[in-house]
């Protein structure tokens, strides 16, 4: 459980969990930053956008921001972040997963929520670019969960000297359910509406570029009417983009509860219990935990909320408490 000292308070009037979850993309003021664009080239030659903001200082510390389903580097929390991160003197570099910086990446094939691969590949290319620099990552949503997971995955040779995920949906079979139940079938249908629009949008795109292989693949996925689900979208769109059997073993190879224990990363996870996207039996035991990893169950807070303060003058606790943890691990 948090201390005192790291306990969020709800903003008055916030403590509804739906309030707390759409302040964010709905009602938060526009955070305008400069930001430089650098693109990555992948090994299979598709891409993904970096947007770095902060000092070029070779040996600043440096955080990489991981955005969350249908985000991009445009997302509240993540300019939000890297804005406070620019005023302590840390550098930041916001990942755009595949197809997520404004423009379609160039294979069928696009992001999920167990694309640690693609976090490798990024991690790698920050390493070798910023070889001085302490390096961190922050992982909000599917973006900790692809967090948690590749930290996992790679134990004690993450390359990483702390890393932070919030608001992780550690079961997705799980979570799948819930975001199908009540209010949040609200959030299912937006989610819905922008994944399979995206989907038309590569195939217009391929088609326009004469990619045949790819338009080919994407068609060959049948039709995208009347999906109405996480589940069905998963089973037709993508496990066979990215060879998994089906939703479930999509799930099952994906959740980020599987990999918890072999993190050798310092790590802090921040959740709330009344997450609208998260079933409270989703989240782990302490006994699943590595001895590194620090975990923070919020009573409120709803899915990457933590908003406090007031109405008129609201607060964000996320980029309180995640800068003050991370100058915490950076200091000698």
Known sequence: MPTSSDRFTPAFGLGNPHLQTLWGPLWRKTTHLERERERLWLDDGDFLDLDWHGPHNAQAPLVLVLHGLTGSSNSPYVAGLQKVLAEQGWASAALNWRGCSGEPNLLPRSYHSGASEDLAAAIAHLRAKRPLAPLYAVGYSLGGNVLLKYLGESGSASQLQGAVAVSVPFRLDQCADRIGQGFSKVYQAHFMREMLAYIKHK?????????????????????????????????????????????????????????????????????????????????PQATELSACTHFELQAKGGHVGFVEGSLKRPGYYLERRIPRWLTALDRP
Do not use: K
């Open 203 to 283: 195939q217009r795109q391929f088609r326009l570029d004469e990619r045949h292989e790819g338009l080919a693949t994407l068609e060959g996925l049948g039709s995208l009417e009347n999906m109405r689900t996480f589940w069905e979208f998963d089973g037709r769109v993508t496990a066979p983009l990215h060879g998994f059997a089906d939703a479930e073993d999509y799930y099952r190879r994906a959740s980020s509860r599987y990999f918890l224990g072999e993190i050798r990363t310092p790590t802090l996870i921040i959740q709330a219990a009344d997450d609208p996207f998260v079933f409270t039996h989703s989240l």
